[in-house]
């Protein structure tokens, strides 16, 4: 993505210093706050603490991780040692799992002194391949815009709801969801996107600040927003990203993506949700009893962070003192209420024999 015509990823590795470097998104939309990461104690914060967020560039930011702790330490010990200590940092995202699972596979078997150069390596390839699977991801997503611009009048605008931030800042580059939003833009078809709040932690801010970078016309919405504009013929599609898909296609994201799909179903919007295929969990067939919810910390319920008018970047509290908060991060939104999936092989249904269709080798994996 470009900021201010210059085109950053997410992450990146800095030869020099020998480094990998992120982009914090604690300060975003109000702030571009680049940072080195230079321990494990670090890789994880910025895990735990959102300065990295969104699936796949979680399971990146890992694989980076890993990369450290083996040219501090090669061994055998070390190598599980850092699997189990990052696997811990969030329960939801599945790509956190799937780099760290693909991490040890791969550096397992190799001699110790060959092991530091190889989880570098493995960690750029995991980099390139989700700007790759991205890319993907967009041009089939695209396909299916450009089937709803062909329903519709010359030069009419197509509007597309999304929540959170499945963009370009949560993934290495592109984004998923965004990703057909961008293409479709570029292609110059006339595109305007609903941008859903997501409160508590307001990703659709920086969903908002991304689409204005690329100069894509959106809305920026309250959550409560969708349901209405639904209702009035004012969305044509909803596309959102995942963060752990079943093999029979529940998806679990964001909270607030399940009312957003109960409503496009109540009105006959189609809802697809757009991911890589390190997103599906093979080994999981219901979504609601087996994936694991984050449940972050009540402040973010109880509080907001935001800029005043003086330019400070402050939080306020909302509510009352001592009021009690609850803060379940995720929700799942059952296959059924899933017109299709966007992966990087195809759009395909939200069902266990369509999604093997698209990836054959996963049927044993259950
Ligand atoms: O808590 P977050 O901000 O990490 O949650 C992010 C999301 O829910 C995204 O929609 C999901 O990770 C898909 S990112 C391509």
Sequence with gaps: MNIDGTHYRSLW????????????????PHKLVIQPVATLEEFAAAIVEMRVRGAPLIGATAAYGVALAMKLDPSDSALDQVCAFLSKTRPTAINLQWALNRCRTHLAPLSVSDRAAAALQLAHDIADEDVEINHKIGEHGLALIKEIQARKKPGETINVLT???????????????????YLAHDAGI??????????????????????????????????NAGGHLMQRGQVDMVIVGVDRATRSGDICNKIGTYLKALSARDNNVPFYAALPSPTIDWTVRDGVSEIPIEQRNAREATHIWGRNSTGEVNEVQLTPDGTPGGNPAFD??????????????????????DLLGLFPEFKEAV
């Design 190 to 223: 006339p595109i305007h996107v609903w941008v859903g709040e997501t409160r508590p932690r307001n990703q659709g801010a920086l969903t908002a600040w991304e689409l204005g970078s690329h100069g894509v016309p959106h809305t920026y919405i309250t959550d």
């Design 332 to 353: 799942v939104t059952p296959a059924r209420l899933v017109t299709g999936l966007i992966t990087e092989r195809g759009v395909t249904g939200a069902s266990e024999d």
């Design 13 to 28: 590795y800095n030869h020099d210093d020998d480094v990998l470097e992120i982009i914090d998104q604690r300060w975003l």
């Design 163 to 181: 929540h959170c931030n499945a963009g370009w800042i949560a993934t290495v580059d592109r984004g998923t969801a965004t990703s057909p939003m």
